[in-house]
């Protein structure tokens, strides 16, 4: 009596092979991790500048004489969590000073100059956000206006989808004067 011989021919694991190459492939470029990433740290972004702005448009509403520079001057100032060579708002906004501070306490010391702990009931957030990325193309900036006690907050979008020209732009629809910066805050116009 002859046995049954139970397996798979080279061939026929050759042939599975083959397709699973295939497969993956054409996940890799439907799915594009690599956009996918860049899309959650812009959603992180977006999500993080919300919160921002909503804490310090508390502390203007609550507080009686708000302090939006600190020891600094509004105006003359751009201030950045991220220091160090080639981090500057130079790029972002022509002839401010960029203040960098690595500081993320929420008292008026940290990158944000504002001393949200004054806020009625405390600070409203735990610590000042940082970009996802934090290099010197993606990072946070802050800026004010002292006499009309208004502020703006800025970013970089890196995915497709939400840089200008991608399918949900933020970016030139924010309602700011940069189509090339994600921007929110009290500033009529975004234009500080």
């Not at 092979?17 to 990433?37: C, K, M």
């Not at 993080?48 to 100032?77: K, M």
């Not at 629809?173 to 500080?192: F, K, M, R």
Request: hydrophobic share 35%; with cysteine.
């Amino acid at each position: 009596m002859k046995s049954l011989k139970t397996g798979f021919t080279l061939i026929e694991l050759l042939v599975v092979i083959g397709i699973l190459a295939v497969l993956a492939t054409i996940t890799i470029l439907v799915l594009n991790p690599a956009q996918l990433f860049a899309q959650g740290r812009d959603s992180q972004r977006i999500s993080d500048l919300s919160t921002l702005r909503s804490a310090i448009s508390l502390y203007l509403a609550t507080v009686s004489s708000p302090d939006l520079d600190g020891a600094a001057a509004c105006g003359t100032n751009c201030w950045t969590h991220l220091s160090g060579a080639g981090v500057n708002c130079e790029g972002r906004h022509t002839g401010l000073t960029t203040a960098a501070d690595t500081d993320r306490t929420v008292d008026g010391t940290g990158w944000v100059p504002v001393d949200l702990t004054d806020t009625a009931g405390g600070a409203p957030v735990a610590a000042l956000p940082i970009d996802p990325s934090d290099t010197t193309t993606y990072f946070y900036s802050y800026l004010c206006d002292s006499t009309n006690t208004t502020f703006e907050l800025n970013a970089n979008m890196e995915s497709t989808r939400y840089a200008n020209g991608g399918d949900d732009d933020v970016e030139a629809t924010d309602g700011g004067n940069s189509a090339t910066l994600y921007e929110v805050g009290s500033d009529p116009g975004l234009d500080l």
